[in-house]
């Protein structure tokens, strides 16, 4: 079975604190990708990252870094010196190989407060 | 450069009744796919298209659930006979063949009376 847990239902710091979301998927498929999507208030689903199931380096672009680690079937997700703008759900999503289908999880609402 | 738009944005209506809402994908891409989603849900796969051909379904999708992709272009999802529980945000993305990122559109929040 193809799984995403999100298993932070919601998330409040204040501003420039470092914030950790976690994910965790479950596959069988030894080829997958795996995503980050922010959907603000706004509600448009905006694209964060990609990663394929063979390259486990970690990214960073800005304040956010991504870990994953294929040992604990995890894809972490950091910002770093938060800021209100961040403030919105963050979806994790799974997409097996066969058929670009995304599998999601159920969201992290994040609340950064000034 | 425009994204993926859906219209409409917003639709009430009554049960009962038939709504279509209309995606425009990203001009290049050729993946189109559908999505609902229900409050402090993620999204659910409903149904994707490869240019016009729609390759899969979900089983969530009811025989009161139809999509078309014609051109291969703009797509519509129609439901007939709505009712209380399709009630939700329906999202459309795009992405290229052969590229799995998903570009999202702003979605269309249907509200059935």
């Known amino acids: 079975a193809q799984k995403v847990t999100q298993a932070q239902t919601e998330i409040s710091v204040v501003e420039k604190e470092d914030v950790t979301l976690d994910c965790v998927y479950e596959t069988r498929d030894t080829t997958y990708y795996l995503f980050w999507y922010k959907q603000p208030p706004s509600g448009e689903l905006v694209f964060l990252i990609r990663r394929n199931s063979f390259d486990e380096q970690n990214e960073i672009s800005g304040r956010y870094s991504w870990n994953f680690q294929k040992s604990t079937s995890s894809f972490n997700f950091t910002i770093t010196a938060s800021q209100v703008v961040d403030s919105a759900v963050y979806f994790c999503?799974?997409?097996?190989?066969?058929?670009?289908?995304?599998?999601w999880g159920a969201g992290t609402k994040l609340i950064i407060k000034p | 450069d425009t994204g993926v738009s859906q219209d409409p944005r917003h639709k009430i209506t009554k049960r009962g009744q038939n709504v279509t809402f209309r995606c425009d994908p990203i001009s290049e891409h050729n993946r189109l796919y559908w999505y609902r989603q229900t409050l402090g849900q993620g999204p659910e796969f409903l149904t994707y298209f490869q240019n016009e051909a729609q390759l899969e379904k979900s089983r969530l999708l009811s025989d009161r659930f139809s999509a078309e992709r014609p051109k291969g272009s703009f797509s519509t999802l129609e439901i007939q006979r709505t009712e209380q529980g399709d009630s939700a945000m329906y999202l459309c993305?795009?992405?290229?063949?052969?590229?799995?990122?998903?570009?999202f559109g702003p979605g269309t929040r249907l509200t059935v009376l």
């Open positions: 999503a799974l997409s097996p190989d066969s058929n670009y289908q995304l599998i």
């Open positions: 993305a795009s992405s290229q063949s052969d590229v799995t990122e998903q570009f």
